[in-house]
C-alpha cells in the first residue's frame, strides 16, 4: 500500500457505548492524519480484507474483554495476523489508567501474543446512570461509577499508530 491510501478498521466490543466513543475518538485522529478510517462495531464486522491495519478495543468485564471483541479476534484470526493489529481496553473505573500502565487481561495478552500485535493499551472506563446491565446497576449504586477515559491520552496514542502507518506507507 502506498501514499495515504490505506484503509484502517477500528472496530470494537462496547455494551453501554463508552468504548465506541473511544473507537471512534481513534477514528478521528487517523482521519485527520489523512487515513481512510472506518469505525464499526465488531459484530458487524465480516471481513477484514478491505483494510490495511486494524484497531480493535474492548470493554472490561469482570477480568476479561467485552464478548464481541473477544469473538472478533477469532473469528477473523487469520486475517489480523496478516495486517498491522493494535489492541485497546477500556475498563477501569477510577483513575489507574491514567496513572500508570495496566496489562492486558490474559485473553487479551494471549491474542497480542498470537496475531504479533504492536501494542495494547487500557483506557479508563466509563459507567454512568442509565447503562444497562445488572451488574452496572450494583457498580452505580456503590457510588463507583463515574466517566475516567482520558480523551488526550486515546488522542496521544492514536497519533503514535497514525505516525507508524503514515511512516510505513500504510
Known sequence: ??????????????TNGSTAQIAEAIAEVLRKDGLTVE???????????????VVVGGGL????????????VRRHHRGLAERPLWLFSSGPLDASAAERDIPP??????????????????????????????????????????DFRDFTQIETW?????????????
Open 1 to 14: 500500500m502506498t501514499g495515504k491510501t490505506g484503509k484502517v478498521l477500528v472496530t470494537y466490543g462496547t
Open 39 to 53: 469505525a464499526l462495531p465488531a459484530r458487524s464486522v465480516t471481513s477484514v480484507s478491505p483494510y490495511d491495519a
Open 61 to 72: 468485564y469482570a477480568g476479561r474483554w467485552h464478548k464481541d471483541a473477544r469473538r472478533f
Open 105 to 146: 487481561v490474559p485473553g487479551v495478552r494471549k491474542a497480542m501474543t498470537e496475531l504479533d500485535a504492536n501494542e495494547h493499551v487500557t483506557f479508563g472506563g466509563c459507567l454512568e446512570e442509565g447503562a444497562k446491565g445488572w451488574v452496572a446497576g450494583m457498580i452505580l449504586r456503590s457510588g463507583k461509577g463515574g
Open 158 to 170: 492514536a497519533g503514535r499508530i497514525a505516525g507508524e502507518l503514515t511512516a510505513r506507507g500504510t
